[in-house]
């Protein structure tokens, strides 16, 4: 089926400064790309524009719209559709609509049009250099193969409840980090029964020599705070730096920090390996076990209490660093060892079921995935 038989194409308002953020609700890019489809309520944006302008721009029930213009290839001609019965709205000079002016089912169609297939279709009529267009006449020419009515509000209901599915797993997900969230404000920020002591009293510095790389050896360093493994014969090649001439060693269980850098402050312990390593910048150091856990100081390295203080002591204007020595300075809530554990086990408790639901979502957006690629051939 041709698609200038079921839409009929505009570009839409370009409004002055003065227009935007009130009046009538405008839909722009984010809102094609952020939604699985679009009412109202969900458009971010509005503009200042009389009734006769809205009737001329009017984006209403079964409406597709599609991305004008984007930064990478894969954003050409993005779609999405408007699925609300009861308001009118209008959209952006960024955006083509295509009015409705024939027989299909909306949610159907915005799946079709989501499909693999479908954006190769689009992404092919799409040119530029620096950014990519895609205007009406590209679009006029595509074709689609539609089934009949029955079969598909059968596909649209199928897709509409895996869709339903997935934001209800991203909403259980969303509640159990914020449930860990409140958990660690509580722990390391209001609670009142853990007495405060500085960093310093845990933390004790390792002075280890960089080690230069030996011409035979092609370990490549690692110049963020990720580890890679390391064999006694130094043969991994899975992370590059623009320093390789040395590198520092860290032991399991040990703590590599950044004093300067884009994210100050950020802090990673090596569990997965006996040994690794990262750039000569970095200090290593480790924890008193005898006086607070690793699971327990991980747990407040992810607080907002920790961060809020880090962001307090940080010095510099253009390139802001932190050092060792400073941070030693801030301050930790110390329970007992034994609370200490009961306090991780329950966050590890929460982490596993973070994990199992994430799993659960993973594996319904792969059910989507298929059913996009294999539905609309």
Sequence with gaps: MRIIDLLSFQNGINGTPEQYGKGIKYISVGDILNNDYITYDKIAGSIDINQETLKNYSVTYGDILFQRSSEIKEDIGRTNVYLDKNHTATFGGFVIRGKKIGD?????????????????SIVRLGAGAQHYNIGQENIKTLNFYFPDE????????????????????????????SL???????????????SSVHLKVILKEISRKNK???NNNILSVSNSLGFIKQSEQFEDREIASSDTSNYKIVNKNEYAYNPARINVGSI????NFDCGIVSPMYTIFTIDISKITYEYFDL?????????????????????????????????????????????????????????????????????NYLLKNLFI
Excluded: H, W
């Design 104 to 120: 299909y089912n909306p949610t159907f169609f915005n799946y079709l049009l989501k499909s693999p297939s479908s954006r190769q």
């Design 150 to 177: 029955e079969e598909q509000q059968k596909i649209a209901n199928l897709f509409s409840k895996i869709d339903e599915r997935i934001q209800t797993q991203i909403k259980i997900i969303s509640d159990y980090n």
């Design 300 to 368: 407040f390295l992810q607080s907002s209490t920790f961060q809020k203080q880090l962001s307090q002591k940080l010095e510099g204007s253009v390139r802001q660093c932190l050092t060792f020595a400073s941070m030693q300075n801030i301050l930790i809530k110390l329970p007992p060892l034994e609370t200490q554990i009961e306090i991780s086990g329950k966050m590890k408790f929460i982490d596993s079921k973070i994990k199992l639901e994430s799993d659960y979502l993973n594996l319904l957006q792969s059910e989507k």
């Design 180 to 194: 860990k969230r409140g958990i660690t404000q509580c722990i390391f920020n209001t609670s009142q029964q853990y």
């Design 268 to 271: 990673a312990r090596l569990q």
């Design 212 to 214: 230069n790389r030996d």
